[in-house]
T-cell receptor, first 115, second 113 residues
Framework: DAGVIQSPRHEVTEMGQEVTLRCKPI?????LFWYRQTMMRGLELLIY????????DSGMPEDRFSAKMPNASFSTLKIQPSEPRDSAVYFC?????????????FGPGTRLTVL | GENVEQHPSTLSVQEGDSAVIKCTYS??????FPWYKQELGKRPQLIID?????GEKKDQRIAVTLNKTAKHFSLHITETQPEDSAVYFC????????????FGKGTHLIIQP
């Protein structure tokens, strides 16, 4: 059974470019989370969805960041324009809540470097 | 919002000894407390979690305890092995895990042979 899938695994881009990160949650999971990990700030929540609807986007750094979940099996996180301080590992995680819940399972992450 | 403090930041133990990592949280509404293990360059992996209706949970060599009154929880690893070397993160949230997690800063556990 496949876990959470993310693409690309690595992304190197130049400042000002648009970046799109992709995530496929575990089938049957109805919650999807986007996290960012840096040495300075650790693991921090950016946004999460329930049944494809954004529930809490208070962690999104600024208007340059946007996220969508057009269906239950796909989500994107977009940064436009990108800046060097956006360099981080971006993780997607998914979970379900019924029957006590599953816990959140993380994808392999996308390592983003903005030059 | 929630704030999670984690100690120590680095822990070195001899192989076979026990390791204990402690976390405190600030939001009394939090009711779900997972622990993650992250090896270098890998994803965080859920190793154990506890909900606020129990005080202790055990899974083989790993156990977690929760003190709701004091708002702290701890991870206990017994009979440590080299493969236990990693960074461990605690986290807290309300909503039974249906909300985003607030993570501690992590503990780098080093198992000395």
């Amino acid at each position: 059974d496949a876990g959470v899938i993310q693409s690309p695994r690595h992304e190197v881009t130049e400042m000002g470019q648009e970046v799109t990160l992709r995530c496929k949650p575990i089938s049957g999971h109805d919650y999807l989370f986007w996290y960012r990990q840096t040495m300075m700030r650790g693991l921090e929540l950016l946004i999460y969805f329930n049944n494809n609807v954004p529930i809490d986007d208070s962690g999104m750094p600024e208007d340059r960041f946007s996220a969508k979940m057009p269906n239950a099996s796909f989500s994107t996180l977009k940064i436009q324009p990108s800046e060097p301080r956006d360099s981080a590992v971006y993780f997607c995680a998914s979970s379900f809540l019924l029957a006590g819940g599953s816990g959140q399972f993380f994808g392999p992450g996308t390592r983003l470097t903005v030059l | 919002g929630e704030n999670v403090e984690q100690h120590p930041s680095t822990l070195s133990v001899q192989e076979g000894d026990s390791a204990v990592i402690k976390c405190t949280y600030s939001d009394s509404a939090s009711n779900y407390f997972p622990w993650y293990k992250q090896e270098l360059g890998k994803r965080p992996q859920l190793i154990i979690d506890i909900r606020s209706n129990v005080g202790e949970k055990k899974d083989q060599r790993i156990a977690v305890t929760l003190n709701k009154t004091a708002k702290h929880f701890s991870l206990h690893i017994t009979e440590t092995q080299p493969e236990d070397s990693a960074v461990y993160f605690c986290a807290a949230t309300e909503g039974g895990g249906a909300d985003g997690l607030t993570f501690g800063k992590g503990t780098h556990l080093i198992i000395q042979p």
